[in-house]
DNA sequence: TGCTTGCATTGACGTCTATCGATACAAAGC
DNA sequence: GCTTTGTATCGATAGACGTCAATGCAAGCA
């Protein structure tokens, strides 16, 4: 089963469950700088929120004030940290999401975990 | 009602809802680059995880190799985040989580929204 | 009062990062 | 082939960030 607590590739305890280890708050970390940038968060947002899942490169960078090797820039740091992946077809690059990674993160933040959530709402409507 | 789509001042339409403004952005953008370093993280998960909710900073300290004024400063910045909040007690400064705040990055985050996720169990439940 | 301990703040230094202009590469059209 | 257009990479630079030693401050104790 993926995304279990406990194995030591995977990830992660989640926050409240464990203190991390070095190896896990680091690889964390850098999934965490990905996002923190205002310019990579909108960027990541408009290619999540996009129907069809796929943005070309040009519908992005006109929407910024920025360079087009900045926004190149962003991209490839949201790439690299595994939150996007892209394809280029013809003259275009276009990017799309990797939910996994985003449903990690989200999961190892949550204070209640995403399957007491669940349990609690599933309890709650046999009551 | 709290933590409602769409509305300016709160926070947030959900990475995969709506594009971000710039303001929305910035604003989580600064909680992201919070967690961005496996210092804090590992600081963040060691208060989170610990029975009791609270933490003496004399008990974080000696968990790293790092002087002393170095991790009173990554607690400042998870406070100032809002992620993390903290009272002295006599001689000693004991910190907690605000979890209310990683709940929303989290939520933020989920693909499939939260809301979603319990209802879809709710209907599994009743179905 | 003075001493000691726990934690925060200050100031400085090296490194990382966001940004740009210039350039390179890839594909399409001439 | 050459030119044009879309995107990535390179090199440089200014600012942000993590770290430390030194210092300041608050609280307890002799």
């Known amino acids: 089963m993926i995304g279990q607590d ?12 464990a203190p991390l280890d070095d190896v896990q708050a ?4 850098k999934l965490f700088k990905a996002l923190g940038d205002p310019v990579r968060l909108r960027l990541l ?10 943005v070309c490169v040009c519908d992005l960078t006109p929407a910024f004030d920025l360079s087009q090797p900045t926004i190149s820039h962003h991209l490839k740091l949201l790439r690299q940290a595994g939150l996007i992946d892209c394809e280029r077809r013809g ?22 975990r995403t399957a007491d ?6 309890a709650e409507a046999t009551a």
């Open 6 to 17: 406990g194995e030591s590739g995977g990830c992660c305890p989640g926050l409240v469950t």
């Open 45 to 54: 947002s408009m290619i999540a929120s996009r129907s069809g899942g796929e």
């Open 117 to 122: 959530v669940a349990a609690a709402a599933t």
């Open 91 to 112: 003259t275009w690059v276009y990017y799309w999401v990797l939910p996994g990674t985003l449903d990690r993160l989200s999961a190892f933040l949550a204070t209640a």
């Open 26 to 29: 680091a690889e964390l970390a």
